[in-house]
């Protein structure tokens, strides 16, 4: 079992950078496929982007492809989301889940979530 924990949230300019961290609990990290998923007001979670327990498979949601980044050091337990030229619209809340199993893209297929965090693109 693991324990998602986020961190790096926070106000960045369009256009601008910024790398959220999802750290996770337990000695089966690397037994895991970790994703982020995010949710605006009004709006349903939506995925945004996996990355397979060995960290060779990733997938993103067309919307953040070319400027969002997801990679993992399994020997710290943390996974990434480097999130580069954000538009207003990526503003959200953002959650890292984890499946112990293949990398999904649903968020109902993960078994543990994070309390997220907070990200606001504005100027």
């Known amino acids: 079992q693991v324990q998602p924990v986020e961190s790096g949230g926070g106000l960045v300019q369009p256009g601008g950078s910024l790398r959220l961290s999802c750290a996770a609990s337990g000695r089966t990290f690397s037994s895991y496929a970790i994703g982020w998923f995010r949710q605006a007001p009004g709006k349903e979670r939506e995925f945004v982007a996996a990355?397979?327990?060995?960290?060779?498979?990733?997938k993103y949601t067309d919307s953040v492809k070319g400027r969002f980044t997801i990679s993992r050091d399994n020997a710290k337990n943390t996974v990434y989301l480097q999130m580069n030229s954000p538009k207003a619209e990526d503003t959200a809340i953002y959650y890292c889940?984890?499946?112990?199993?293949?990398?999904?893209?649903?968020?109902?297929?993960?078994?543990?979530w994070g309390q997220g965090t907070q990200v606001t693109v504005s100027s």
């Open positions: 889940a984890a499946r112990r199993a293949g990398l999904g893209t649903v968020a109902s297929e993960y078994d543990y």
């Open positions: 990355i397979s327990m060995s960290g060779t498979i990733r």
